[in-house]
Nanobody, 115 residues
């Protein structure tokens, strides 16, 4: 029903920046929130940041002050600007959309931060 296309991952040095993008197919009608989650090897998937239709944002404590989530309604896209990246940010980042109570996930994009 909803397909998410992620982009923007890559390899950067500690202290560098990346911007992730996630474009959602279809109408935004019914979407309650969009967000980013990440999963490191051997770890559970964790919330990174979310943004609601009312533009209320929520961040994990570990990324607060470094990451910024935003939306572009015209492009039906959610972004994650990641600054001051740390090696512990290394993970596969997944875009998430909650629409009518159901979760939809992107394919994931690899972010690797070298020390």
């Amino acid at each position: 029903q909803v397909q998410l296309e992620e982009s923007g991952g890559g390899l950067v040095q500690a202290g560098g920046s990346l911007r992730l993008s996630c474009a959602a197919s279809g109408s935004r009608f019914g979407i309650n929130a969009m967000g980013w989650y990440r999963q490191a090897p051997g770890k559970q998937r964790e919330l990174v940041a979310t943004i609601t239709i009312a533009y209320s944002t929520n961040y994990a404590d570990s990324v607060k002050g470094r990451f910024t989530i935003s939306r572009d309604n015209a492009k039906n896209t959610v972004y994650l600007q990641m600054n001051s990246l740390k090696p512990e940010d290394t993970a596969i980042y997944y875009c998430n959309v909650r629409k009518w109570g159901d979760d939809y996930w992107g394919q994931g994009t690899q972010v690797t931060v070298s020390s």
